[in-house]
C-alpha cells in the first residue's frame, strides 16, 4: 500500500509539472541572452556612449534601420510609437526603444538621436563605427546592405525590419517581424514583463 502511494505521489507531481500553463506570446520566442553592445548616442548637444547594460531592468525594444529608409523604418518606429501610447505613464518608464542606424556613413549620433525622437520622446538612436555596427548586427541577426537606388543620398541599405524585445533582465526574448507588428499585441507582450 505504502509503494502504491508512493507511485500516485510520484505520478501526480509529474503530471502537474507538465500540465503547467506556458506563457504565450504574440512575438516569435527566441529566449537567449542578450549581447551586450555600446554605440554612440547624443545627449543634451554631445556624443555620449550608450549600452545596453545602461537600461537593466527596463523592457527594451530595438530596431535596426536608417534615416533615410522610405518606408520600413518610418512604419516600424511609428508602430513602436503607437504601442508606447497603449501603456499607461508608469509603464511607458519601465521601456526603452532603441533605433540603431545601419548607415553610419550619413547617419551621425545627432542625426539618429533627432529621426528616433521625431516618432517618440523618449526613443533614442544610436549609431558607431561601420565596424561596431557591424558586430552588434551580426549579434542580433540583422542583415543589412548598400545598394544602389533613387534616394537623397544616391543609395539605399536593405535590411531586416525585426523589432526585438529584450526583458529587465537581459534576456532577448521575443522578435517581431514585420507580420507581427501589431502594437495592441505588443504592448499586451511588454505587459508582461513589467
Known sequence: MRKLWLVFTIFAFFASISCEKKESFNGTLYDKPAKEFCLTGWDNGKEKRICLSDFK????LMFFGYTHCPDVCPTALQTLSKTMKLLSEEERKKVQVIFISVDPERDTPEV???YAQF??????????TPEEIKKVAK?????????????????LVDHTAYIYLITPDGVLKLIYPSTKQKPELMAEDIKKFL
Open 119 to 128: 516618432f517618440y520622446p523618449t526613443f533614442i538612436g544610436l549609431t558607431g
Open 139 to 155: 549579434d542580433y541577426m540583422a542583415f543589412y546592405k548598400k545598394v544602389k537606388g533613387q534616394s537623397e543620398g544616391g543609395y
Open 112 to 114: 539618429s538621436q533627432k
Open 57 to 60: 531592468g527596463k523592457v527594451v
